[in-house]
T-cell receptor, first 111, second 113 residues
Framework: KQEVTQIPAALSVPEGENLVLNCSFT??????LQWFRQDPGKGLTSLLL?????REQTSGRLNASLDKSSGRSTLYIAASQPGDSATYLC??????????FGKGTRLSVIA | GAGVSQSPSNKVTEKGKDVELRCDPI?????LYWYRQSLGQGLEFLIY????????KSGLPSDRFSAERTGGSVSTLTIQRTQQEDSAVYLC???????????FGQGTRLTVV
């Protein structure tokens, strides 16, 4: 059974810092991995999607990497801003099956 | 539409009543998912529709929960005889095939009193 773990569960950093969020999964047989952002009381916003054949994806200040063989992904946020404060969720797609989510990392960026 | 739409955005119901939650997926998306997020918890998979295939109902927590998808588009999640532990945010997502990402609606916050 696929399990997704996100570390740390919570993170607080001063504005301007670069930071890394970690995601690990137990079964490397995935089709893709997706990072989401969730603001309090809101739905999920897709940030980056990495196909299993890809190593990384970039969007603005965000960079996500994928090492499928070791079951790891990282989300790198450069020059963090208070507006980046949210919960970040990692999810893997095992196949024609539902996404499996981690419990998320709650990020606070302090001005 | 531009995105996944869910209604209502908030629902307060009395224990024992039935509720229906609606999801309008992105046009053309063949896959539709329902998840539940309880306070402070991760996302719990409920049910998954993919095209004309039989839905994957393996995540439904009890027989009080059911869902249907009419015409391969709109989906309704029904909870019968609601209990207080059903209080959560119910999220719907849609997508295409397995190589495509999932796109979520804003959710329905259900409170059972």
């Amino acid at each position: 059974k696929q399990e997704v773990t996100q570390i740390p569960a919570a993170l607080s950093v001063p504005e301007g810092e670069n930071l890394v969020l970690n995601c690990s999964f137990t079964d490397s047989a995935i089709y893709n991995l997706q990072w989401f952002r969730q603001d309090p009381g809101k739905g999920l916003t897709s940030l980056l999607l990495i196909q299993s054949s890809q190593r990384e994806q970039t969007s603005g200040r965000l960079n996500a990497s994928l090492d499928k063989s070791s079951g790891r992904s990282t989300l790198y946020i450069a020059a963090s801003q208070p507006g980046d404060s949210a919960t970040y969720l990692c999810a893997v797609r095992p196949g024609n099956t539902p996404l499996v989510f981690g419990k998320g990392t709650r990020l606070s960026v302090i001005a | 539409g531009a995105g996944v739409s869910q209604s209502p955005s908030n629902k307060v119901t009395e224990k024992g009543k039935d509720v229906e939650l609606r999801c309008d997926p992105i046009s053309g998306h063949t896959a539709l998912y329902w998840y539940r997020q309880s306070l402070g918890q991760g996302l719990e998979f409920l049910i998954y529709f993919q095209g004309n295939s039989a839905p994957d109902k393996s995540g439904l927590p009890s027989d009080r929960f059911s869902a249907e998808r009419t015409g391969g588009s709109v989906s309704t999640l029904t909870i019968q005889r609601t209990q207080q532990e059903d209080s959560a945010v119910y999220l719907c997502a849609s997508g295409t095939d397995r190589t495509f990402g999932a796109f979520f609606g804003q959710g329905t916050r259900l409170t059972v009193v």
